[in-house]
């Protein structure tokens, strides 16, 4: 048996960029959607912030199906 190590490699680097990048924009999100409701809180707009928190987090999900788009192969 032999083992394709550039395979195995491409595999390590994509799934560890997706877990940052899924962790950056849940973090986002997050942070957004928590600063709209400060800024609500004291009065001031909120709109920008909660639209981006939202944003983020849509595109956070939006990755989590596309990965599962890819791991379950009957989706293709």
């Known amino acids: 048996m032999r083992i394709d190590w550039a395979a195995l490699g491409t595999v390590a680097v994509v799934s ?7 962790a950056i924009l849940l973090g986002l999100g997050v942070r957004f959607v928590s600063l709209a409701k400060v800024r609500s809180n004291t009065g001031a707009s909120s709109t920008t912030a909660l639209t981006a928190g939202y944003t983020f987090l849509g595109c956070a999900g939006l990755l989590v199906l596309y990965c599962i788009y890819l791991i379950v192969p009957q989706f293709h």
Do not use: G
């Open 16 to 22: 560890v960029v997706s877990t940052v990048v899924f």
